[in-house]
């Protein structure tokens, strides 16, 4: 089941993927250490397959609704 999340809202990383991918127009990929464990992020939009692009301070990525879950504020 995919989690959904709100555009706009604060996500946390509760798993590393073993890579991520950049959320721009020409994707590439990047080692899993580009973000960190607990390391929270915004979520800019939703992706088909489950994917979220979620801004952290490194850039922007693509992660997968099982790396993150919702900041309850």
Do not use: C, H, N
């Not at 464990?37 to 915004?42: F, N, Q, V, Y």
């Not at 979620?54 to 993150?68: E, H, K, N």
């Amino acid at each position: 089941m995919t989690k959904e999340f709100t555009v706009g809202k604060k996500v946390r990383v509760v798993a590393l993927p073993p890579y991520v991918k950049t959320a721009e127009p020409m994707p590439m990929l990047r080692p899993r250490d580009v973000i960190r464990l607990g390391e929270e992020g915004i979520v800019i939009d939703r992706r088909p397959g489950g994917y979220w692009g979620v801004r952290f301070a490194r850039g922007a990525f693509l992660i997968d609704s099982q790396y993150i879950e919702s900041i309850e504020s």
